[in-house]
């Protein structure tokens, strides 16, 4: 998962809109899809630049362009200057560690939020920031790296399942932010999964791992809770929004992304509070097992130590010791030695330590 | 109790209104009841299909159907069409993960919640969605699994006892959601016996099962929570509601389960703040322990080891030890110990170790 | 103290209004006391059975019943029947679980709130629930058990000492909330003092004892925390009354009761803070004697374990060792024994041991 | 410091406006000043009795009446029935427990607050409480004991500096809160000193008493804090006020007081943040502690214990032990321990514990 | 980082408005620099005495006054003459530890908020106060020390770079603030990377070294978290206010500084928790050392105390110990020896210790 701030490069000073990326550097080609549909039409291209794509702005067909590589600063500026977009947005874009925001302009709505994704090789959390432009007949959407969860609407878009390819722009944008959303009860299951079998650990076998662990798990969550908390406000905005980008078909859409928005805080609320018991926990398990050590060590000692203690007179090389001279001294001194053993085991019992 | 998060499958991206159950999945058949009643009539029957219940939509009598099974998507889809529901409730029906929340439409209101109900074999509590469908004359009930806390309900409808068969069916919706909060309370009554016994528990002999048993309450007093929370907003806008569904007279009805629901979270906040105590608590309790197995093992170890190490010079075996010819040199050296035995005591006595 | 939540038998499903006693059953006979009076006359008395008490409800005074036995569920009822109360609120009467809270009717006021009591002899707080009705020219006012806080009350009827027997009954009232806000003050001095003395006890001398005082404590603050909170709220609402039953000049009493809760809230919440620190440095005194007390056994161990491995050495019995035969053996043995001894001091003396 | 709560005498049920005094009782005789002054006029006497003030009351300029001594309730009285002044205000002058406050009345303001010295002598906080009357052309402050912050305001006026001569009460209650809430951030450097300095002692060389010192630290903070947040609200109220007793040249400044109560408030969330912090670390440097003992008798018992069984091995009597004939058996064992002792040290080292 | 209050000299009762100093006492002289410009003009000079900048009060183009070193109270008292500003926001700007604010006046917006610097020589964080006086066509900056984050803004001026000459005093206002706040996430990453090691030297290998740091950092956070939280609410008056000083096209970007600030916010309330977890953490992980190093103790001295008795046993010097006379009986005690280590060993590896 990202880290919880970039250690990039923010330049103190520097004119606002000026663009300079911020956030991991991607060294592949920038990639320009389209998508352009209307409830009895569909075309889909790559665009070789993005030249290609300008002339879909006007089409009056639902027009979805998604680029892949906002570190690549010049096609974002080109974006920018065709579909009159504000030099304050463009820095937002290419500065990829934006809270997630919503805000309105004459022409267009734009929304930044996070798009995680789990890669099953490295056992992570990626995070990554997309950015939505909603306009009056265009959707234009931005990502750092290759690879989203789109691919279900693009699907539902070819085949023409369900409403949306009746329907406008901000039922596209409803329908992105909505697997957007999914993905982060996915996110949820896998960390829950997760807390579930360390929590077992916990109490069967913690180990420094365990430790480390509910450590990482809890950073993930602090984390994923940035992301998420800011995200209720940005769904609730467009949901009341009284411009003509969103639909009032739509509205009801919004409101069920925004329940989910909600039981996931719910989640990770819960998750933050039993991460945190978990830790409080490991303490109280550590100091029982220290415990545990404490008395095989406590038990053996104090049997062993007044034993060879006695064992000790005896071995003294006094000449006048009367106890050496007797016939019975040894077997006398054997069972002195097990009735302290003895005496020693019955106090621990009633110590309830064995 | 449930999980924090149901491990379930949601699907991302799916178009929404798409019915894919996810929860616990019953084998069960689904099981449908109906109970139509007025001041003067009453009928209950078991259905054996949906199609039995349809004509008591129109019915002018309050029309109570209870369907067992919400994972039987195909059922709920006809309910849906036959009685006008959107399909987003439809969804949050069969989701069954949904927060606690109410949803108003023109022609019914749509109520989610969490009944809970105590298995006594595996000592554990068992939670489960409810979803209420109010309509103008009838009301529809979804549940998972057989077995609810409805049954002193149809008692007093079937009895004519109290004012249940005079009201409509917003009052049935009424004794539905007080029969629910009621067993709230006895959730909160066996978790506070629980905690109440831990209590005694840690402060006299506390193990690591102990602790399990702290955190485990812990944790279903976070999810139960979860489901009291939300339920407070539900109850305060069906209350506050305009509409015709909820009339005025079953208004002071819903306040009494608002105090209700204030009471429980009053309730689950002390136990929180209790249950952390306790966990800090259990720490210092096996901080004292330890400190006791370290003393005992300190005054052993530091009395006997002096002696020992007396033992050990008269045990050496040089030529010229004068001590060791000595008539006195024995009963001496046994005098000196004892001295060294004592003041050692003493010393612990004044430390008050002992 | 009691409880957090009664371990009582609250019934799911029964019909709203149901009177069914939840609380400590009290074995002992209702006990049912009028006072009357107005600026120039007064009347007190004893009354066998409620119906004695139905006369003063018309009366143009000021008539003060006052009922002990909450269980005694009929008579409970008579009074509903024959003063015009809500099932409900009688429901709440008898529940004496209820949150602190007032509601407004048209023929009267009902406030219900704890009433605390310091039982000398058990050293416990006793908490009582106390149901006010406050009608046009009557005061009813329902108590759990014996024993109350209102006598100074009745002394200053009596006596027609200050204000009360010039005003209405909800001066009245206003006298009786006082008395129960005051007594607050003085539990809060009890626990105060108690915080107090196991702070000294804490830093010198801590014991399990100590231990199990904070945590008796956080409990007993969580409790009336639960009880004074919601107070605020009802004091603020009755002082708000825009109806008849709270006339203006008394509003201004009203607000000092409110301060006085605010001033109850304030330590309430010091105390928890303290309380919560407090169980912090347990442990950490805890850590502090185990500190202590494995200095002692390190100190006694690492001095005696060289100097008992060197008579070790010297009690072997090889038959060729030099030392043995030497004049000066034993009495070097012994200055190399004492010199490692001194050593060993030293370097506790540099770690600040000793 | 003041304890949190008063363990004084407050009676339960007494007649509202009853002056019972609750506080500390100060044995010394009541003290009244008064100055009286205009732009051009000057006037500063010692009263010998409470009615030598009375004039002033009706005087145009402004006079500034100071009262030692709040447990002398006659004098009290005696000013409640010249002044006007309502019996609750009287009772919560004399009760010195009160929450900072402000309340209007027809023909003058009550504010009520703490006033903090710090002496030098027995180093810790004293807390008195204020209050202070605003009428129309005279201010009346009430303490508690001798010695106050107000003696810079007395030359101001003596010596006509700044702009009080020309400005009404209101200003100089202005400068009167003005000194006492400057006297609490001469406090918070004092508890801001010991705090860095205690921090410097907690990683060095911490004891019980940084223990000690800590937790009263933290306690004197939490008093504060009861003292200053409510003064927020009292400073924003008069502020906003409309009557005509505070003027609207003198709301700039109330601002600039508020600003300094926020300051102060800031602060105050810091220390406690902070010293939460450090009771935390106290308990990780008591365990970094004890690993450091715990190393030193491991390394310590595990090096010679080995080497003391080897000699033991050796001090056997048994008749048939062929090394114990050997020439080389001495030299062989010799080097066979010091072979186990650099094993040993070796392993310490391989552990970084030496 | 400066301290969290400074233990400056605050006067206590002295006349508002009065200029003393408080805060870091800086020795050298006022520096006093001068930008004049306009889309077509720019002048840039250094002024010798505040006298010179007097006539840039009124030109028409922007002019910037920067003067470093507020403690020369004189220069201070002068400008305020000279531009007309009231005497509490002159004290306000010698009284270095302001909480950041703004304030509203007639001709003039004031300013104040903290700047942050890092030196890297002796790798800390340098806060200092800067005022800022925004007129109708001047801005006057106030800082305590040499060195600020306004060079790249000179350069944009001087360059004619960006937008920023052809806007107004409000909009070069932003750029300071812009750059002040750039200048917060430079903080937050020198923290954050502090953060990442320590955290990975918590689990590897930790030393009171790294408790020390996290309890520094913490300390970071908390001052930063009082300097960065009120600035919220600055930056929002700003935004929304509603006179002429502040232009509608400056709003917008007033809103980004906002976006940061939050961003900022977020940042460091995770920090807070992270480094909180991260206390946590070390007392757990010092506790599993703990375990190791008695582990370590226990094993040993577990195998070889009942050695060392066995070996005791057989020195003793009894006269009829039948054993010693055995052929056999030094191996067989070997043996027996070889064998209680060995099921020690077995015991402690289903211990898992081994
Ligand atoms: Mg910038
Ligand atoms: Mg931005
Ligand atoms: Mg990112
Ligand atoms: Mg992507
Ligand atoms: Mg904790
Ligand atoms: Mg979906
Ligand atoms: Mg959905
Ligand atoms: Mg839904
Ligand atoms: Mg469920
Ligand atoms: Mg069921
Ligand atoms: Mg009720
Ligand atoms: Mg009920
Ligand atoms: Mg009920
Ligand atoms: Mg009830
Ligand atoms: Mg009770
Ligand atoms: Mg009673
Ligand atoms: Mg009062
Ligand atoms: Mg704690
Ligand atoms: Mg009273
Ligand atoms: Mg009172
Ligand atoms: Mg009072
Ligand atoms: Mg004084
Ligand atoms: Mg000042
Ligand atoms: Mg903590
Ligand atoms: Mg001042
Ligand atoms: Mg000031
Ligand atoms: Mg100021
Ligand atoms: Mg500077
Ligand atoms: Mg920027
Ligand atoms: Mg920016
Ligand atoms: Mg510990």
Redesign the interface.
Known sequence: MG??????S?????????LIHIGKKQLTEPKITVIDYNADHFQEMVAENIEEAYPFKDSENVSWINIHGVHHVDLIEKIGTNFGI?P?VL??IVHT???P?VEFFDSYIYIVLKMLQYDKEKEEIIAEQVSIILGSNFVISFQEILGD?????RD?IRTS????RKQGPDYLTY?LL??IV??Y??M??II??NI?SL?DEL?D?PT?KT??SI?RL??EV??LR?FVW?LREVVNSLQRDESFFVKESTS??LK?IY?HI??VM??IE??R??L??M?????????????E??????I???I??????I???????????P????????PV?WALMITVALVMLAYFRKL??I
Chains 1, 2, 3, 4, 5 share one sequence.
């Open positions: 880290k919880i701030i970039h250690t990039g923010r330049k103190v000073g520097v004119a606002p809109g000026t504000h304050l820095e937002d560690d934006q809270r925001k969860t789109f691919d279900p609407i539902r399942k369900g409403r949306i329908a909505d697997s999914d993905s009860f996915v949820l299951e829950g999964e579930e929590d109490l076998s420094p430790l480390e450590h809890k950073k602090i984390l940035k800011p009801i859409f069920d329940d909600i039981q719910d989640t819960s998750y509070d039993i945190s018991t830790l409080d926990l490991y303490l109280s398990t550590a100091s029982n097992k220290m415990n050590i404490m008395k095989v060590l406590t053996i000692a104090t062993f130590i007044p034993l060879t203690f064992a000790g007179i005896y071995g003294m090389n006094f000449e006048y010791m106890e050496l001279k007797w016939h019975l001294g040894y001194i309830k330590w």
